[in-house]
């Protein structure tokens, strides 16, 4: 099975700080006067990606997209979620988004960011949506809702489909991401567990906290010296 879309002249790829940072931070319904405040909990906390989601009103969402992408600028990378139609992509991408995630996939929405250079990230729970989304010219793919299927789901997709880069989302905290990192997954989607009431102690707190359990999760195994623990226990 081929992965290759014939039509994709060029795959956009992961923003660096996804694959490097490994956290997406995702405001839903986030009030407007928050907003910059959580971004500098996200930056003081390490995390350099913040997704706001296209909910109703939308106007107030994308408002908050242009306040964030203008004070942000060269600091954090701003997206826009819940994207279902390309006429909502094209407002978010005005609004000052750089990339852009939904919750399903929409193939034809897919190819259009792919034409115009834009990294997407289509939803899907199956195999076949992986791929009916990588092969439409995503960037990567989001599990969604990542609790449904668990940790287990990436690290077996990963067999027949290695090069899909996975961005679980739903349901992840500091509890089980090291599991879904361990997993294979490129990085994760957090939006009410690290937001939460949008104040800034407790996002920065969230935050470093998740960063730790990511960049311990990420981190080699250290091999174990022989006989050490033998000589210990004597």
């Known amino acids: 099975m081929t992965t290759d879309h014939p039509a994709l002249v060029a795959r956009p ?20 006067a928050l907003v910059d405040g959580v971004g500098e909990a996200l930056l003081a906390a390490g995390i350099g990606c913040f997704e706001i989601t296209l909910n109703d009103p939308e ?37 000052g988004a750089t990339f852009l995630v939904s919750p399903h996939t929409d193939e034809a929405l897919v190819a259009w960011a792919a034409a115009h ?8 729970l199956t195999p076949s949506e992986v791929v009916r989304a990588w092969n439409a010219g995503a960037a990567g793919v989001k599990l969604f809702p990542a609790s449904a299927v668990g940790p287990s789901f990436i690290r077996e997709i ?17 509890d089980n991401v090291g599991d879904f990192i361990r ?17 800034f102690d407790g996002v920065r707190e969230r935050g470093l906290r998740v960063r730790a359990a990511i960049d311990a999760a990420a981190a080699p195994a250290v091999p174990a010296t022989p006989g050490v623990s033998d000589v210990a226990a004597r």
């Open 183 to 199: 997993a294979g997954a490129v990085a994760v989607g957090l939006g009410s567990w690290l937001i939460g009431d949008g104040a």
């Open 117 to 124: 250079g834009v990294p997407a990230f289509p939803g899907a």
């Open 59 to 95: 106007a107030e969402a994308l408002a908050s997209i242009t306040t964030l992408a203008k004070r942000f600028a060269g600091r954090l990378v701003i997206g826009a979620g819940t994207v279902l139609s390309i006429p909502a992509a094209r407002r978010a991408l005005d609004a």
């Open 13 to 32: 790829a992961v923003p660096r700080q996804v694959t490097q940072g490994r956290i997406v931070a995702i405001g839903r319904k986030l009030a407007p």
């Open 158 to 174: 990963r067999g027949p489909l290695p090069g899909i880069p996975i961005v679980p989302t739903g349901g992840i905290s500091v």
